[in-house]
């Protein structure tokens, strides 16, 4: 599970990500972030009913999604709001094409 140190929970976070923050898209996944004024990187997980009207389904991605964040936690530089949202054809994805791709994306944006 990721530390809560790491968690994006409140909507206005989520907000102020949205209306500040710049983006990449890769694949199976878009993600936002900007930066913090914390020394720790928080995430923030979109999984939306697109992928998949069964909330098992969604709950699935979020977890692989936080477990591949939370094992790249050391890697990654601290500063940053991220969210991650899920694209279609995530829920096809096992969790190492899905760490993959969350790490290359991670590279993009010079946050590993």
């Known amino acids: 599970m990721l530390p809560k140190k790491y968690r994006l929970k409140k909507k206005k976070e989520f907000e102020r990500v949205f209306k500040k923050g710049k983006a990449k898209k890769k694949d199976f996944l878009f993600i936002k972030f900007v930066k913090n004024d914390q020394n720790a990187t928080r995430f923030g997980f979109v999984v939306s009913k697109k992928i998949s009207k ?6 699935k991605v979020k977890r692989r999604l936080r477990e591949a964040a939370r ?17 279609k054809g995530i829920e096809k994805q096992d969790f ?7 790490r ?5 944006i010079n946050l590993r």
């Open 54 to 59: 069964k909330a098992v389904v969604r709950n």
């Open 104 to 108: 290359q994306l991670l590279r993009k």
């Open 96 to 102: 190492f094409q899905i760490k993959n791709q969350l």
């Open 71 to 87: 094992e790249m936690l050391s890697e990654i530089k601290p500063g940053y709001d991220v969210v991650i949202v899920a694209q």
